[in-house]
């Protein structure tokens, strides 16, 4: 499941993509917009700028924007970064696997399904970039206007 941290650090990355090319926003700026808690945007942004895809400058002028385009940016990349794998157990994962005590991996139902399960996640995630989610709810948004016209 999406942890809050993963859901917010994918709002703010959204706002980012959202701003002219070359600007800046204030933390502030991003958490009110999208409804998230300054100091845990504060700790979620250090980790997307450490990972490389927010850059940061401080000061008055300071602030955040992306460190490259959102068509770059993939989805399955952030979630990793900031929620860990992609599976929903341990022994789904590629880039943590473990292997499990209490069941034989070749055999178990359970293991299967959630391999399948992760196949999924990922196929979606990794395939989608920001500017697609971006631009999917600009989408959506219309949609939903035309639809109730």
């Known amino acids: 499941m999406l942890t809050k941290k993963g859901k917010y650090g994918l709002k703010a990355l959204v706002h980012l993509s959202q701003m002219p090319e070359g600007r800046l926003a204030f933390v502030n700026d991003i958490a009110t917009a999208n409804n998230i808690p300054k100091k845990f945007l504060d700790a979620i942004l250090g980790e997307l700028r450490n990972a490389g895809f927010v850059q940061?400058?401080?000061?008055?002028?300071?602030?955040?924007?992306?460190?490259?385009?959102?068509?770059?940016?993939?989805?399955?990349?952030?979630?990793?970064?900031?929620?860990?794998?992609?599976?929903?157990?341990?022994?789904?994962?590629?880039t943590q696997y473990q292997r499990c005590d209490d069941c034989d991996e070749s055999t178990c139902q359970v293991r299967h399904m959630m391999l399948?399960?992760?196949?999924?996640?990922?196929?979606?995630?990794?395939?989608?970039s920001l500017a697609q989610m971006r631009d999917a709810a600009n989408d959506d948004v219309a949609a939903m206007l035309k639809y109730h016209a």
């Open 56 to 94: 940061s400058r401080k000061g008055k002028d300071g602030g955040y924007r992306l460190s490259r385009p959102a068509a770059e940016i993939k989805i399955g990349h952030v979630v990793r970064v900031l929620d860990g794998p992609l599976a929903p157990i341990p022994c789904a994962s590629h």
């Open 116 to 128: 399948e399960v992760r196949h999924a996640i990922a196929s979606v995630l990794d395939n989608r």
